[in-house]
């Protein structure tokens, strides 16, 4: 049993580790080349992230291109930057002269916060209410769920949390609008990815668990003389958790996409906060270790979410 | 003896369609009643009147009594206290019925916690002591699909069986199974008889019903025609049904006269293949002739199926080479497999099916109306959807569909294991017939020995 249970979790690891190297390899090279083909003199950008538009001239945006060597061929500074890729080294802002490792170390906790949140908030609504949903379909939950469903998926996130900005700061005051000086302030950014999140995943809770209520075997549960509760609990939620979990590593796309948009719109110091102003100012370190944070972010969850589909389904071990 | 069980003129409809009319049955504690019939003559609909738990839509009326308990047939949810306690229910298809994210101890364990009210330490040192009694002891800590058919059987067997229910109802505990599997069943409920519980096993499987003993009652139609002490209802049946149903049974059946025999199409030489670790076969050869009728027989998981997915080239062997007669064309070769409602695109008509067929390879649409009237299958099912005609129709409309394309070799993979004795029968014939009429070859894989030898002419033992 132990050898058997232990190589999987070996193989998923192993797989996930070179797809992480892979992922870093291709991604740190893309983000240098779209950097280098977006219109307009960086140099420029750069030199007016420093000193303010008012005081960028011919001659300070030709010293930060002389400083940074913007004006190297691009593949001399495609080699040096896979060099530093390779030595862990993200570099220095061109804007702010700190250490890109500090900022994103900084910065990932924010981000991490945010998205544990709208996590663990969506994972509280969406099951619930798809399982709610599932024990009768067709019945009155499962249809407001549907609406319900259909209507939060179909708002951008930014929409979304406008209205639940307006809703319940503006109008209610109960909730900080933006930014992150209260313990609250987490709560509308999270509740915002979360909705979003908890309409996919309460569909998928529904089907599964819907498809778990009609199998065989729970049918023989009952039929042994177990009662509802016991059935639910004991052959239900289990084997309605596997594909639920094996949904979230998809979902982990709309986290990181929703995590970009919602930290702008909430001032909400994280990673994606970072990467827009970054962008904004042609800042081509913090850009790729933004993004290339965010791309190991990726592996790395999905590696979590591979885990917890061998640790719940036992078919997958084997 | 007691009285375990009994029915006063159940009654079973559908808005006004009865489909189980005025029945009455009863049994004693210790003894078996077998109820035989066809699939689709209420027998399942009977086990689930029992039960309570009918479709929705489906209204009972009448009495059901069981042990000491009586109750309308209507009123399901009274029995629900009943379910693991008084009545045990053994599940179709077991392999299913088992949680797969539990072992299967843990499985028989619960029915002793929660079920009779074990404490869990105990229920669980019970359930090691059940699986170890039924030969599972090393498969205590394994899961579902780590183990056979027939383990599952008996797990599931143990898991009913810790809740001592006086009545033990079983609904098709054959279906699927090979003769070895089907003996240990019936094993399994010969011991719960000996230990005084009432078994009601629901069967199409005459095999089974001999094995019991007891009583029988042959069902037709949602009434029961025939009801009796097993040896004079198998021996001196009284209603034509009976009859029919019996001489449905394998053994009984008319030996086929050998056909001509051409040359040889399909060679497998010196054939091996294992699966992981396991060796299915080796240097096994084989030899198919135009014309031939070939049974590849064993038990399950001998390789049957693989054997004849290498003939047809559908996989690579590990060792040796299959040759193709030269001019056989890809599409000579044909399979029918085992359970056609799989076969078939569930969304998309039979004719639309058909249809796309013929002009995908340019045949002649006009071959197919003598085609369906020669498998007795009426033009008017093709407007159905493949879930909404029986078992046997469809297996029919699969052979139609694949001799459309006039084959050289049908490769049957047990076309009619899932189906009931005279639909059985009646398909196998109809598919040895058509293949004598258009000259194919007929490759037929079966776990049972009686179809082996009364539909061919040469055997292949799988080792």
Redesign the interface.
């Known amino acids: 049993m132990n050898i058997q249970g232990i190589s999987p979790v070996a193989g998923v690891l192993g797989r996930r580790g070179l797809q992480a190297l892979l992922v870093a390899a291709l991604v740190g090279t893309l983000s240098f080349f779209l950097m280098r083909m977006l219109p307009g003199d960086a140099a420029y950008r750069i030199a007016a992230g420093r000193y303010g538009y008012d005081l960028v001239s011919a001659a300070a945006a030709e010293a930060v291109r002389v400083e940074l060597g913007l004006d190297q061929p691009w593949y001399l500074a495609l080699v040096g930057w896979w060099a530093q890729l390779a030595e862990f080294d993200l570099g220095t802002s061109l804007v702010t002269g700190h250490a890109i490792a500090d900022d994103i170390a900084h910065q990932l906790g924010h981000t991490l916060l945010l998205a544990f949140c709208a996590m663990a908030l969506s994972l509280l609504i969406g099951p619930a209410l798809g399982i709610l949903a599932g024990l009768r379909p067709g019945g009155a939950i499962d249809r407001i769920t549907l609406l319900g469903a259909t209507v939060l998926r179909a708002f951008p996130p930014f929409v979304l949390g406008i209205l639940l900005i307006l809703g319940l700061s503006v109008h209610l005051g109960y909730l900080p609008a933006a930014g992150h000086g209260e313990a609250t302030s987490v709560v509308l950014p999270a509740l915002t990815l979360a909705l979003g999140l908890a309409a996919g995943s309460c569909r998928i809770a529904r089907d599964a668990f819907s498809q778990v209520v009609n199998s065989p075997y729970y049918a023989f549960g009952r039929t042994k003389g177990l009662s509802d509760r016991q059935v639910l609990l004991r052959h239900g939620l289990r084997n309605a958790a596997v594909p639920i979990v094996a949904y979230l590593g998809m979902q982990m796309v709309f986290i990181i996409e929703g995590v970009v948009i919602l930290e702008t719109l909430f001032a909400w110091p994280g990673i994606g906060h970072a990467l827009i102003h970054a962008i904004f100012w042609r800042d081509v370190p913090m850009i790729q270790g933004c993004v290339l944070v965010f791309a190991l972010l990726f592996v790395t969850l999905n590696t979590l979410v591979d885990l917890a589909c061998l640790a719940l389904d036992p078919r997958r071990r084997h | 003896m007691s009285l375990a069980f009994q029915v006063d003129e159940l009654q079973v409809r559908a808005g006004h369609n009865v489909l189980i009319d005025a029945l009455s049955l009863s049994l004693k504690a210790g003894e078996a009643l077998t109820l035989l019939g066809e699939s689709g003559a209420g027998k399942s609909l009977l086990a689930q009147a029992i039960?309570g738990?009918l479709p929705s839509g489906l209204r009972a009326s009448g009495q059901v009594r069981v042990g000491q308990h009586t109750s309308p047939a209507g009123e399901g949810a009274k029995r629900r206290p009943l379910?693991?306690?008084q009545i045990?229910?053994l599940?179709?298809?077991p392999w299913?019925?088992?949680?797969?994210?539990?072992r299967v101890r843990d499985q028989v364990a619960?029915?002793h916690a929660?079920?009779t009210a074990v404490r869990w330490p105990e229920a669980r040192t019970r359930a090691a002591h059940d699986l170890d009694a039924i030969g599972l002891a090393h498969a205590r800590?394994h899961?579902p699909?780590?183990i056979s058919g027939g383990m599952a059987q008996r797990v599931?067997f143990a898991?009913?069986h810790a809740?001592a229910a006086p009545l033990l109802i079983v609904d098709e505990p054959t279906k699927g199974l090979d003769a070895a599997l089907r003996d240990d069943v019936v094993a399994l409920l010969q011991q719960t008889l000996a230990e005084g519980g009432a078994v009601l096993t629901i069967t199409h499987d005459v095999a089974v019903a001999r094995a019991l003993g007891g009583s029988i009652a042959v069902m037709q139609q949602g009434q029961i025609v025939e009801q009796g002490d097993a040896a004079s209802v198998l021996n001196a049946p009284a209603h034509a049904y009976t009859r029919a149903l019996l001489a449905a049974e394998p053994a009984r059946w008319p030996d086929r006269p050998p056909t001509q025999i051409g040359q040889c199409l399909i060679q497998g030489r010196k054939l091996g293949k294992r699966f992981g670790h396991r060796l299915l076969f080796e240097q096994l050869d084989i030899h198919i002739h135009a014309g031939e009728r070939l049974a590849i027989q064993g038990g399950s998981g001998s390789g049957k199926t693989t054997l004849g997915n290498i003939l047809l080239g559908l996989i690579a062997p590990d060792h040796g080479e299959v040759l193709r007669a030269p001019g056989l064309p890809r599409q000579g070769l044909q399979k029918l497999y085992q359970d056609p409602a799989a076969a078939f695109a569930p969304r998309l008509s039979l004719g639309q099916a058909l249809r796309d067929l013929i002009r995908l390879h340019r045949l002649d649409g006009r071959e197919l109306g003598p085609l369906l009237t020669r498998l007795r299958l009426s033009p008017s099912l093709l407007e159905r959807l493949p879930g909404q005609v029986s078992g046997g129709e469809l297996q029919r409309i699969a052979l139609a569909r694949l001799l459309l394309l006039k084959p050289a070799v049908i490769f049957a993979d047990e076309p009619t294991s899932r189906l009931d004795p005279l639909t059985q029968q009646e398909t196998l014939t109809l598919l040895a017939d058509t293949a004598e009429t258009h000259g194919c070859a007929l490759v037929l894989v079966t776990h049972d020995p009686d179809i082996a030898t009364r539909l061919t002419s040469t055997q292949l033992q799988m080792p």
């Open positions: 039960m738990n379910w693991g306690r045990g229910l599940p179709q298809e299913l019925a088992l949680d797969p994210t539990m619960e029915t929660l079920v800590d899961y699909h780590q599931a898991a009913v809740g």
